[in-house]
Nanobody, 122 residues
Framework: QVQLVESGGGLVQAGGSLRLSCAAS????????MGWFRQAPGKEREFVAV????????YYADSVKGRFTISRDNAKNTVYLQMNSLKPEDTAVYYC???????????????WGQGTQVTVSS
């Protein structure tokens, strides 16, 4: 069982930065791939980034590639999403999730956090 709690969301101007954190409970955190997803009002949840259990392999959605960086600290049971050069279209609720495999589809993820709101003003 893994419980996930996101933090770090907020209001930022376009071009600004935010760092999201996702704290996990449970001793098996380091065995899971960790992903970030987001959902904007009226839209489906979409994949943002994923990192494998070692932290070596990462994969990003084209829309955030070069602007967002996913990382993890297994000693702290935490995964991060550094978001730079933010755009208004990045506005969404951001969720972290845990999967036994590195994946981009939400159905591959077993555990989800409650989400944190990110709002980017123009």
């Amino acid at each position: 069982q893994v419980q996930l709690v996101e933090s770090g969301g907020g209001l930022v101007q376009a071009g600004g930065s935010l760092r999201l954190s996702c704290a996990a409970s449970g001793r098996t955190f380091s065995t899971y791939a960790m992903g970030w997803f987001r959902q904007a009002p009226g839209k489906e949840r979409e994949f943002v980034a994923v990192i494998n259990w070692t932290g070596i392999n990462t994969y990003y959605a084209d829309s955030v590639k070069g602007r967002f960086t996913i990382s993890r600290d297994n000693a702290k049971n935490t995964v991060y999403l550094q978001m730079n050069s933010l755009k208004p279209e990045d506005t969404a609720v951001y969720y972290c999730a845990a999967s036994p495999v590195i994946a981009t589809r939400s159905r591959e993820y077993d555990y989800w956090g409650q989400g944190t709101q990110v709002t980017v003003s123009s």
